[in-house]
């Protein structure tokens, strides 16, 4: 293959993956994590979190009151996304997966959980927008130590 060959050919790949890469973002809507520092996929999230979570969680993240607190069926209030809260302390892949799948999923035998699963009602794309939103709204170092924890599923 001569030089003119493969610089074409390293062209029509890379245009490949642009083009691939903007087909999927108009499938899936979105990344395939959270992207805390996008304006368009935060607002969407804001949007998603207001819509879906906000009603248990709080309109500002900060959870039920006495969220450490048994309720009298046994399960745990919603507890705050914010700073306050212990959201920060999981990795991305936790927080997604109890999201999509709800609180049951990673509950050990015994726990009553009362997050229910948003998979059948949310995309993933707007899971991870969800997911950007509250991530958008920690002060950096609590960013840093969450981002340092990856996709930890403890």
Request: hydrophobic share 40%; net charge neutral; proline share 8%.
């Amino acid at each position: 293959m001569t030089r003119a060959n493969l610089a074409v050919a390293a062209v029509a790949v890379a245009a490949l993956g642009v083009v691939g890469g903007a087909y999927v973002w108009a499938i899936l809507g979105g990344p395939g994590g959270p992207d805390p520092d996008n304006p368009r996929v935060v607002a969407r999230g804001q949007a998603v979190y207001a819509d879906t979570c906000a009603q248990c969680h709080g309109a500002n993240l900060e959870g039920e009151p006495d969220w450490r607190r048994r309720k009298a069926d046994g399960t745990l209030p919603a507890p705050p996304h914010d700073a306050s809260g212990h959201t920060w302390h999981h990795g991305d892949d936790l927080l997604f997966k109890v999201t999509r799948d709800g609180g049951a999923s990673i509950a050990p035998e015994g726990f009553k959980s009362a997050m229910p699963a948003f998979g059948e009602t949310l995309s993933d794309a707007d899971i991870w927008a969800a997911l950007s939103f509250i991530k958008s709204r920690w002060p950096p170092a609590i960013r840093h130590h969450q981002e340092r924890l990856g996709g930890q599923t403890r």
